[in-house]
């Protein structure tokens, strides 16, 4: 039997031939291979094949006929001969089916550095006749559960992204995923397996349909399929190369192998994240004028913000969402002295200058629509769906690329543009569905694009977007520098969601708003501090109608970005752990970077009478301190801009007082016994910069 082990930063992984399958050995820590295998399993095959049992690499339906195969194809059930197993910067196998020509490449890599294995196929017609794919599968990952799986997953919906879900399952099929051309509301390509003894991690980095599949089997084996969704069509000589899906052995800590990961994507260009950003969407909605973004920019400026973008609602026929998109011009009745002296205006407060498009839509209501109605996805004649009045262009035609990218050069050449907001408001709907790989040829053009951007406009930070978070993905993070979680900004709901992104994304991917109380979404009233130490949590930005804002809230506001500037490379560049969650009396985020230590805290729950009835601090136990190292808080606290109650009339006892905020504690204390807080009606979210004495 031949082996192979691929070893990452701190795990391993081994596959073994047996016969014509490639069977995962064992994956875990750097030697774990040295014992008997976890995956091999012992009895007799009873009423089904041995690829329904085997942790096997990757099997079709002829193989593994009934607990759901990798690869089908309509009306074949193809099985596999080995033709080769090679070395190389990670493993490459191929496999052919015989009668149909099809052959399968497939490919094994951990990304330098860390301990995410990522894995693909090439799926390649060597045959006479076109095939369609109906299951294309990256890759199965199999984790041994002899004693069942908890899996963890993120849902939602437009305005509650990055929900955190999990269930437990004993035997059977979990599945997530989406049909919409586009990764999603309703869930993120992102799943975890716990079995008790460690989680392990799976991602797909997609932006058109997928699906992640869990299946729990009799045996103790859950195999996890990552693949796309919706029907590809191979015609001879053709090939289809899948996306990439990821897996990791993470032990306990999950999510910081994603963020080291996503954090290697971003190379070079995590030195320039987190720039403070003012996005003006929530103040002037559509009604964006000259004078009005001006006056935000005024003030924007003294906050400290280094840049001002421009939302939606600056090209001519955009005064609401029914017209206007496809015809990417400035309105001269917006900018009556022209759009260079307005951007030029707002690159004179000392802000770069930042603009929202969404390229691959059109309203009806538009001259793109009327020069090219052609360019939208339609089925064979059939009516076209609107959804928020507008239509998806074919990304995939030649021309429809080719528009946008002269449209986004055009307005990156004639503007000084720094920051590019892209969003996408609308999944598909109706398509020819006679095309040979719908989903392929929009997404693999939307990547070209983000592609060009970066090496033709190499200085210009890219936002990507989708109604919030329907577009947040492995992929999209390799190829934009930020990404909007969720038009929800009310701050109790965006702590879950920044939460739960957390769990898969890192913190400079991570856009964030500090909005109005009350906002768009959520009257409960929460501090000014509140909402400044939660949009600190990753990209720092302001959304709120600042021009609206009292000098005490401007001084606060700026006491706040001057906070985040001394310590967004602690958050940016650092490693994240997560204590408690929005749903526990304790809540917040501990970054760390060398020896220094900042951690973002808030009270997500009521006061219980603080201050009135005895109680105990809040503790916030951090990890990863020397134990005889010794700490203390640096930075002063600033003021929270809450209002503090009235005194209630005749209570009795005296108020026992306490640390009082201030203190010094050793690296045990810290990670055993943990940061105190107390939190008070005045005081309901904090920054800690601890420095190490
Ligand atoms: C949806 C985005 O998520 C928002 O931030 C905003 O840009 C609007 N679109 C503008 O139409």
Redesign the pocket.
Known sequence: MSTWTLTGATTEYTVAARGDRLDLVTWGPIGVSDGPSPYDFHGRVQYMLPGDVAATEYLPDGLRPFLGADLSVAGQGLTWRLLSVTEDDGLTATLADDVTGIEVELRWRFAAGTDVLERWATVSNRGDETVEITRLGSAAFCVPTPAGATLHYLHGQWAQEFTTGSTTLVRGRFEIGSAQGVTGHQFSPYLAVDNGDAMYGFQLAWTGSWSITADVDAAGLTRVRAGRDGLVRLAPGSAVTTPIALGVYAGDDLARHWHAYEQALAGERLSTAGRVIY?S?EAT??DVTAAGQLALADVAAGLGVETFVV???WFVGRHD?TGGLGDWTPDPAKFPDGFDAFVAAIRGRGLEFGL?V?PEMVNPKSALYAAHPEWVYQDSGRPRSTIRNQYLLNLGLDEVYEFVRDTLDRLLTDYPIGYL?W?F?RPRTEADRSAADLDGAHVRNLYRLLDHLRAAHPSVIVEG????GARADIAMAARTDVL?P??NTAPLDRLRIQHGFLSAHAPHLMSSWVTDAPGMFDPRPRSLAFRFVLASAGVLGIGADIARWSAEEREQAAAWVARYKQVRDVILHGSVHRIGSPDQARCAVQYSLGDRVVVLAWNPAGLDGSGGVPARDVRLPLRDLPPNARYRRVGTRISTGAVAARPYPGLTGQDTGGHGGGFEASGRHLTSVGLPVRWTAVYDADLFELERL
Request: aromatic residues 20%; proline residues 0%.
């Open positions: 996005n969407w909605t559509f939302d939606d609602g969402d929202w969404e907001k969003d408001n977007c989708a109604a919030g909007w969720s038009d």
